[in-house]
Structure formats: structure tokens, C-alpha cells
């Protein structure tokens, strides 16, 4: 209606609210805000709600970086009761619900009149918190997040995204026992996250279950709900035929029990078309030895592991028998792992100084090594990676071509010198190239040629190293301030509205 150019006239309704001010004129003429033309209120409205907008490879959507504190049209509709039936006039407004529920939290009459507003349109609704707001009680937040799933769920036929991003996860709903019997033809995104496993709510076991989303494209669930439905009985995965990404995370009981590492892995393994998958801070018990020989295979392009104790880490890689683009490893213990990373590149986060990257490096065969923030990267990885053995046929990392380093110091600039130089020798021995823009797609038989160095925060490079790197390498970066690293989410939590 308002937004389409082909409509010369707006919504009759706010002509009737136009006139019911001219009798208030000569008060609101003293008030800009409220004297403002209600035509000139829709193009302004109508701006802010663009400018709320990306594009996307799927389409239109809302930004996912706008804060809470101003967040269209929430922000505008608390001006002034004016305002708020202007925009309330508008449907296309209202497709984002945002439901905080926190100590701003929002009021179940407001939830009501959002999704009004919003008329038969497709939605995107989110729960959350400011993450601010770390200390809370988790029975408040509980009572708050049970009143908005019941009238999400009532509205669940219209929703394209649902998003849950909560600090308990005793306060997140239960796909088991809240989404049963539910049809959700245009959901494409389902995210039921939190911040803090303190053991969840009793679920009431159902003997037929089913909640129907056959367009659900990405999948974020907290470990407790993903055992409740999608493994053993229920066995959800398996009906979701377009589901491309799987996220599990937060399982962590008081008592030390663990869940059963090969039943999420055989779950996972039954998803028909799963791309991405995500395994975040999970506890497992050893039901069984680790070393069991399983027949689990599990294809991805793209895997993301974070908090992960050394024995389920090694079991998972372990599991995976395709060669994903990336592989993003955060926290976990990596000396334990008896399995060879096997991804076109792999990037490392948070890894202690007592962890030795070269156990799973070592007969890695990808392309490009990131680290951030990894104190396990110094002089003595630098000179395994130097070491070809007695004829310099056996190279670690033999096919990396491009490192990236942030935040990392604990290494020698004249040592990375000493070991870029050794395997482009030797590169250059078994193949000619001009330009290292050529060697990209190159396989070289005994060592790949080191081509891009980036580094930021990293230790002081002397102007002849720095002038040595710039001219034999096809790409270099080094930075020795102190920023905040890339990898990271911005400090100011008001803008993550979506979840951690």
C-alpha cells in the first residue's frame, strides 16, 4: 500500500487520524514533532524503514546490526502516540517482532498489537535480551519468554524466521512440547539459543510428535531440544530435506553427565542436505570407548567447533570424511586429536600455549591457515614447518599458501623470513612462476610456496624484513598497533539482536 510507488494515496485511515489533530492544532503548532504533516511523517517513516533493509543473496531483508535502543519502528513509535498510529497504519513496519525480555522487557499487549499491525505478512520475530545484562533471575526471564511463545506460536503461520536468543536454558521453549501439531509452511530459520545451560525444564514425553517446516533452511537449537526431537524416536532431521546449517550448542549438567557424542553424530549424519554444522560448548559422556570403530560419515563445506573437551574433538573430525572449504576451531583441546584436519583452509581461535598445533597440521593439505589469538603459535611451529625431513620430501602444512595472524606475538619475524624463503626455494625448484597470482590453483609436489602474509597485532618487524616480505610475496600486510580483532563481535552487545 504505502510503500508501492503505484499508490498515489495513502491509507484512508490516516487522513481520519490527520483530522482528529486539527482541533489540537494551535497546541501541537508549539510541539515540532507533533505538528509535523502526516505526509511528511510517511516519507520520513517510509526512509528510516529502507534504511532498515539490506539486500540480500535470498532477497530483502532487515539488518541484522541495528540496535535496540533505536530499532525501526520501535524507536519512532515511543516518540510520541501520534507517531505510533501512523506507523501502526503501515503493515510492512511491523514484520520485524522484536520481544525483549529483559528489564525493558516488552508487554504482552504490545506483542499483541505488533503482530496486528502486522496483517496477514510474512514475519521475522525475535526474542532477546540486551546483552548488557548479564546477572538475571532466570524464573523472571522464564515467565516473560513463556507469555511471547504462546503468541508467537499463534502466529507461527505467518513466520519466516524465529529466533530465541535468551541467557538461560531453562527459559528457552520446548520444539517438543510448545511447536507439536504446529505448521510452519514459511519458516526458514528456527534459532533457540542461550547463553547459559543451568539444566533446562522437565519436558513432558509425547508419544506422537510432529511440527511441520518444510521450508526450514537453518537450524539452531540448544543441545536439550535437539535430543528431544531430533534423536532416537522423533528423528526430525531426516524430514527436513532443504536444511543446509545445524547449529547444537550449550550442554553443560551440574552433575558431570555428559550426552551421548555418537547418537548427535549419527543424528547428524541422517540430514539429507546439511552443508554447515556447529557444535558449541557440548559436555560428553563416555558411554562407550572413544577409539570405537563407527561407521558414521558426515559431508559438510563448512564446520565451526568451539569448547570442545581434546577426545570429542578428535571423534568429530574423525567423522567428517568429505573436505570442507573451512573449518573454524575455537577453545578446544587439539593435542589429543588423532585425526588429520582435512579443509581447503582452517582457522584457529583462542588455542592455549599448551596446546601443539602440529598434531593436527601435520598432514593437513589446505590452503589457508588463520590463527587468532593463539599463543600455540611460535618459533617452534615455525621450525617444523621449516623441516622437511632428511630430503626435504616430508613438509608439515605442505599445501598452505596463504597465513593469516591476529593478535599473535609469541613468534620470531626473522624465523616466519627463514621458513617463507625455504619453501618458495624449493616450489620454484619443481615449478616456474612469474607471478604468484598464477600459483592459486597450483599443486606442487614437494611444498607449497608461502604467496600472502597478513598479520595484525603482531610483533615489531624491522623495515628490511618488511621491505624483504613486500617484494617477494604477492600479497602482504603486517600491523604491529593493537586492534580488535575481526574474528570478534563488536564490544557494544546492543547491536547483536539476533544471538551470540
Not at 557424542?261 to 558411554?287: N, T, V
Amino acid at each position: 500500500m504505502l510503500l508501492d510507488p503505484s499508490n498515489d494515496c495513502p491509507d484512508e485511515s490516516l487522513f481520519a487520524i490527520y483530522h482528529s489533530t486539527q482541533t489540537s492544532r494551535a497546541v501541537a503548532t508549539r510541539n515540532f514533532i507533533g505538528a509535523l504533516p502526516i505526509e511528511l511523517l510517511l516519507a520520513i517513516f517510509t526512509h528510516l524503514y529502507r534504511s532498515s533493509r539490506c539486500l540480500t543473496q535470498t532477497g530483502e531483508t532487515w539488518r541484522l546490526d541495528d540496535p535496540l535502543s533505536s530499532l525501526f519502528p520501535y524507536a519512532p513509535a515511543a516518540v510520541c502516540s501520534m507517531w505510533c498510529s501512523v506507523l501502526s497504519r503501515v503493515p510492512e513496519f511491523w514484520t520485524r517482532v522484536v520481544i525483549r525480555v529483559d528489564s525493558q522487557h516488552t508487554q504482552i499487549r504490545d506483542v499483541r498489537h505488533y503482530f496486528k499491525w502486522s496483517r496477514n505478512l510474512h514475519l521475522d520475530v525475535i526474542i532477546t535480551r540486551h546483552h548488557d545484562e548479564l546477572d538475571g533471575d532466570a524464573k523472571r526471564e522464564n515467565s516473560k519468554v513463556f507469555d511471547a511463545t504462546g503468541e508467537v506460536i499463534r502466529n507461527i503461520e505467518r513466520c519466516k524466521s524465529i529466533c530465541f536468543n535468551v541467557m538461560y536454558s531453562s527459559s528457552l521453549p520446548s520444539i517438543l512440547n510448545d511447536f507439536t501439531q504446529e505448521t510452519a509452511p514459511h519458516l526458514h530459520t528456527l534459532k533457540l539459543e542461550c547463553k547459559v545451560d543451568d539444566g533446562g525444564t522437565p519436558r513432558q514425553k509425547l508419544v506422537h510428535w510432529s511440527f511441520d517446516a518444510p521450508g526450514l533452511h537453518h537450524l539452531y537449537l540448544d543441545a536439550r531440544n535437539f535430543f528431544d526431537v531430533c534423536v532416537d524416536r522423533n528423528n526430525w532431521l531426516p524430514r527436513l530435506h532443504v536444511l543446509s546449517t545445524l547449529s547444537v550448542s550449550r550442554y553443560r549438567h551440574l552433575s558431570g553427565e555428559g550426552i551421548d557424542l555418537y547418537k548427535l553424530l549419527r543424528a547428524i549424519e541422517e540430514s539429507p542436505s546439511l552443508a554447515y554444522l556447529e557444535l558449541k560448548d557440548l559436555h560428553f559422556s563416555r558411554l562407550r570407548p572413544w577409539t570405537i570403530v563407527n561407521d558414521i560419515s558426515i559431508e559438510l563445506m563448512s564446520m565451526n567447533l568451539e569448547d570442545l573437551s581434546g577426545e570429542a574433538f578428535s571423534e568429530i573430525i574423525g567423522c567428517v570424511d568429505s573436505v570442507p572449504d573451512t573449518t573454524r576451531i575455537s577453545r578446544c583441546a587439539i593435542t589429543t586429536c588423532h585425526h588429520s584436519l582435512m579443509s581447503g583452509g582452517v582457522a584457529f581461535h583462542d588455542i592455549s600455549a599448551d596446546q601443539d598445533l602440529m598434531i593436527p597440521l601435520a598432514h593437513w593439505r589446505g590452503r589457508t591457515l588463520s590463527l587468532d589469538n593463539c599463543a600455540c603459535f611460535h618459533d617452534d611451529f615455525l621450525r617444523d614447518m621449516i623441516d622437511g625431513g632428511p630430503h626435504d620430501q616430508s613438509f608439515a602444512c605442505k599445501g598452505v599458501k596463504e597465513l593469516y595472524l591476529v593478535n599473535c606475538t609469541n613468534f620470531s619475524p626473522r624465523l616466519l623470513k627463514t621458513m617463507v624463503l625455504k619453501r618458495r626455494k624449493l616450489a620454484r625448484r619443481s615449478i616456474f612462476w612469474r607471478h604468484d597470482q598464477e600459483t592459486l590453483d597450483w599443486a606442487f609436489p614437494i611444498v607449497a610456496p608461502i604467496t600472502l602474509i597478513s598479520v595484525e597485532s603482531g610483533p615489531v618487524l624491522s623495515k628490511k624484513d618488511r621491505k624483504w616480505f613486500d617484494k617477494n610475496l604477492g600479497s602482504f600486510h603486517w600491523d604491529e598497533q593493537v586492534l580488535h580483532s575481526p574474528f570478534e563481535d563488536s564490544s557494544d552487545s546492543d547491536y547483536d539482536i539476533y544471538g551470540p
